[in-house]
């Protein structure tokens, strides 16, 4: 039982071994107030980037994170739209 265990285990601890995950200390925008104030959406997309480079798994990541990072996305989108 302990050989069928032993490279479960090994996964398990090196899955943890990532680069450590950006923090996620902001409060949630909504995409009006990135079209409001445009020089705020590549902040947010570069930090949406950290995150999806930080190995965390999709499930790790806060809340607020992907709240801003959809935000930012469709607000870039109704930007360069006109609309």
Same mark, same amino acid.
């Given at each position: 039982m302990t050989l069928r265990l032993g490279p479960f285990a090994l996964v398990v601890l090196l899955a943890g071994c990532g680069t450590s995950a950006p923090p996620a200390d902001m409060p949630a925008r909504t995409w009006r107030y990135y /079209?409001?104030?445009?020089?705020?959406?590549?902040?947010?997309?570069?930090?949406?980037?950290?995150? /999806?480079?930080?190995g965390a798994a999709a499930g790790a990541e806060p809340a607020v994170i992907t709240t801003n990072c959809r935000a930012a996305a469709f607000a870039r989108s109704q930007l360069q739209r006109g609309t």
């Open positions: /079209a409001a104030h445009p020089a705020e959406i590549e902040t947010m997309q570069q930090i949406c980037r950290e995150w /999806a480079g930080s």
